[in-house]
């Protein structure tokens, strides 16, 4: 890919890379505290450079590598929080009480009901929005939702609203 003709852009980028790819190493090591992290961060982020490169707008090209190294590490700590969420977890706090004193029936239902969701999740069809309905349970706004999934907060509300019915659905069976 010719680069020459995008203003801003250096003319060799692989000099570039090779000069800016430490200094951009050791601050995203600072940033994650993991050189191992870091690493392929900023891999990530000179690959998305190099994909992006035609959208670069002008002004300074190192800024410009620099605010999408910040955004690489921003997802990478969303998928990270996300993937911290475990599905068991989740299910549990379905089924807990407060107090913690469950009667037998009690305990029976919620087996029952965590059964029931168990299936539901396992199901092809519900996996990518099951995602959402365990955020939601877990607190987080439509807007949060959307930045940690990469989805449109009004996409998020449409899945959220559909998963919430077959859901309903799904446990009245």
Known sequence: MNHDKIEGVPAN???????????????????TKNPEVARDLTQDTFERVHTNIASFKGGYFKSWVYAIAINVTKEY???QKLQNRTFIDSIDNLTERENNVITPEEEVTGMEIEAKLQSFAADPENQND?????????????????????LKTNTVSVKLSRVRRRLAQYLEK
């Open 13 to 31: 980028f692989t000099t570039f890379y090779k000069e800016t790819q430490p200094s951009l190493q050791l601050y995203l090591s600072k940033l």
């Open 77 to 79: 700590w969303r998928r």
């Open 130 to 150: 099951f995602q959402i309905l365990l955020l939601d349970i877990q607190g987080y706004s439509d807007r949060e939702m959307g930045d940690l999934l990469n």
